[in-house]
């Protein structure tokens, strides 16, 4: 299957008072549709700053170069008015702090509102009408209410279930989710992770970015792990977690392991007790 | 709401008695009998000891101190402002009111120029950030917060009033009377605003909201304008609102340095003349304003504040 998202020897750079400064040191990753891409990694390590640079989203600072293809076509040579036709349309994000991404003074109503507008021509009718099946489709409760409500007024949750029916909304070939469930509580994450196996099963390709182990084993079939803007392996779920060759990547493996013991040691100590 | 309204209203209350009582105090240091200015500003031709005496007792000046503080309180509550000392025909609330509305014209048409002119600039300055137009403004900026306005007044009037001759350099009366004033008063906040207002933007640049703007893919225009723009301008409005009762305060030099007949010209000549009742009032007036104005502003930012609107 052809890729839908080809990266090749990405490398971003920022231009600091220092000098030049490499932040990501040349990556080649792709998605296939219907598929889902983890990108493994601890803050700092060029993951989301790899996409984000790939999607024209860094400032003037920034430096991107090598090559990034989306259904065959260059992006790194697009102008920033073809990337903001494809930001929102056919690629869709998600980010990672949905109480503070959208704008406070707008009601929420508005904010889905004017990106239907950016990128259709719809008439102001029909963007209501969308915006309610897209949150009906989100399982959100009173949908017309949530439309009056501001930022504020609403769970995390909620919002980043909104955030993904925005990006949903027009369809993307693409969508890239950029720690997505950090910011959310257990429940909540487990409701949007399956959210994105379902969005995967549609057909549409995902990126998701995280430092978590366990939220990336839930839902990607393909797992790189970035350290130090390089990607220092590569593979699926079961790979990184018994065969991984990169010590930094086992540290992880190692530390969720760990974790994973300690946690049916105590749930085995309980039977006991209790037995 | 309402209950918000009316503490701070009572919250204003002992403030401005306290701004009474000093603005009384203190005007009752100057070592001068205020008697005695009042006979000579009256041109009485030799000054004797019982010519002042009597004008004490008229003036009410040989009660104590605090017996006088309280008698004019009084007379404030009950909107009697007392009469002016120089001039007995003259009541000091029809003074007032005949200076204000010069000052007040003086005080919009300076805020509708630094409105007008500081909002675009700080927007261009903040957009082209360290582009050649935002390093000529802070060139800009920092001359003109240095320099005094009596000066930038008086290079105005002998630029545009003696050398150019197209506009007049003192009174009033038309709005070409107007435009040196009321540029000269609004120069040094124009300069505060742009840096506010550019600092603003910047500051709400980097903000999470503004990347999911561009994540999604909305145009740069509405992002600047309707998303930055409207977050940075909210945290101005309170900061304009308290610059009213200031403009309306600090156009003392300027309507001198143009004699401009308002309520500047007015306080500095009763200073002269050791007028107090009105010194007292004008300070009083423009103790009430900034309340006012205070609370007037913070009510329309809780109003346009979605997240400090409590909803029903």
Redesign the interface.
Known sequence: MTPVFEAKELKVSVTGRRGERELVKGVSFSVEPGRCLGILGESGSGKSMSMKGA?G?LDRSFRVSGRVSLQGEELLTKS?EEL??????KVG?V?Q?PM????????IGNQIG??FA??QGWSRAEIRSRSLEMLERMKIRNPEEVLEK?P??LSGGMLQRI?IG?AMAMKPALLIADEPTTALDAITQLEILNEFIRIKEENTAVIFISHDLNAVSLAADEIVVFHQGMIVDRGDFRHILHRAKDPYTRLLAEKRTAVMRSYRRALEGKETIYA | MKRYVVRRLLMAIPLLAAVSFICFMFINLIPSNPAEVALRVQQMPVITEEAVARMEEMLGLNKPFLVRYFDWLAGCLKGDFGISYVNPARTVAGELARCLPATLQLAAASFAIVAVLSVPIGFLCAVYKDGWFDRIMRGVIFISTAMPAYWVGLLLMWGMGVKLRILPTNGSGTWRHLILPAFTVSLSYISTYIRLIRNNMLENMKQDYVLYANVRGLPQRAILVRHILKNSMHTCIVAMGMSIPQLIAGTIVVENVFSWPGLGTLCISSIFNRDYPVIQTYVLLIGVLFVVFNLLFDILQTVSDPRLRREE
């Open positions: 999607m989203l920033p903001r036709r494809m930001r929102g349309g994000m980010l702090n503070t991404c959208f704008d406070p003074l707008y009601r004017e990106t950016a990128h501001y504020h007024q955030m925005i």
